[in-house]
């Protein structure tokens, strides 16, 4: 099975700080086995589907080859070993700024529907003209929302900020939680499926 | 609203199980979730772990003669209700 890789700046895995085996040039990195659970996890090599990506934004991104038995996890997939294939290159800090950006401008608008809803026309009115994080945080600073908008309001302002900050992962969070706040748990899933959706464009993903 | 996911108070619970790679497969894919977002979090493991490693390698001092004396004297003087 295809799949993808985040690791933190070097090839490290985020989590165990293990080094991960880096392919050269035609040749694949070699396999990385979860050896009884001493060498990378517990009892598996972590990787993630498309799908899963938003949850688990690193430093570089990498396709990976499965071996084994593949077991299916809530936002990622378990396997004995994998190896590296080749680093997707479209990932970096421009494209998770991109990516920051969008779920920002996410979180700005499930904020409009919430304003909307309560009748605060001007307020969301004004949020819906900001098209960059700085004008959201500004907007949401100046902004007086009615009490029943207020928190999807406020984490519109979170998230323009995360995301100036460059958290990509946090505004994902972010907008992910602002969609269910306003629409239900539904609505978060559909938000991490755009998220999703925008990475496998944005990346030419087809695993 | 209810979510399967755990937020940093929860975390700073089950840091130390996480540390000892003592969590459920369930619950270590929470942590990582959460871990994989909260830099404070992350943060605060680095510091547990710094700990741990300082903590480590400092031998165990022994009290001083005196305190040992002291520590002895007030066991045996203790009342005898209170002797296993």
């Given at each position: 099975m295809i799949a993808y890789k985040f690791l933190a700046a070097?090839?490290?895995?985020?989590?165990?700080r293990y080094p991960w085996p880096l392919p050269r040039p035609g040749t694949p990195g070699a396999w990385v086995a979860a050896a009884g659970g001493a060498m990378v996890c517990h009892d598996a090599v972590h990787a993630c589907r498309a799908g899963d990506l938003p949850w688990w934004l690193q430093d570089e991104l990498w396709e990976a080859e499965l071996g084994g038995a593949v077991t299916p996890g809530r936002h990622k997939v378990m396997a004995p070993r994998a190896r590296l294939?080749?680093?997707?290159?479209?990932?970096?800090p421009a494209c998770a700024q991109r990516f920051a950006d969008a779920c920002a401008g996410r979180a700005r608008d499930h904020a409009v529907t919430a304003l909307d809803r309560a009748g605060a026309g001007g307020t969301a009115d004004a949020l819906r003209a900001c098209t960059t994080p700085r004008e959201i945080r500004a907007a949401v600073r100046a902004g007086r929302p009615p009490e029943v908008a207020r928190i999807a309001h406020t984490m519109a302002g979170d998230a323009a900020v995360r995301a100036l900050g460059g958290a990509a992962v946090v505004a994902a969070y972010i907008a992910a939680h602002a969609a269910a706040r306003v629409d239900g748990e539904r609505a978060m899933d559909a938000e991490r499926a755009w998220q999703s959706d925008w990475l496998r464009a944005e990346l030419r993903l087809d695993a | 609203m209810s979510f399967d996911e755990i937020v940093c108070r929860e975390f700073a619970e089950l840091a130390t199980d996480y540390l000892d790679g003592a969590l459920p497969d369930a619950t270590l894919e929470l942590v990582e979730e959460h871990l994989a977002m909260c830099d404070w979090c992350r943060d605060y493991l680095g510091q547990i772990e710094a700990t741990a490693a300082a903590v480590s390698h400092t031998p165990a001092a022994a009290p001083a003669p005196e305190t040992l004396q002291a520590l002895v004297a007030a066991f045996r003087d203790r009342p005898k209700e209170d002797r296993p």
């Open positions: 070097g090839g490290l895995g985020p989590f165990s294939l080749r680093r997707v290159d479209g990932w970096g | -």
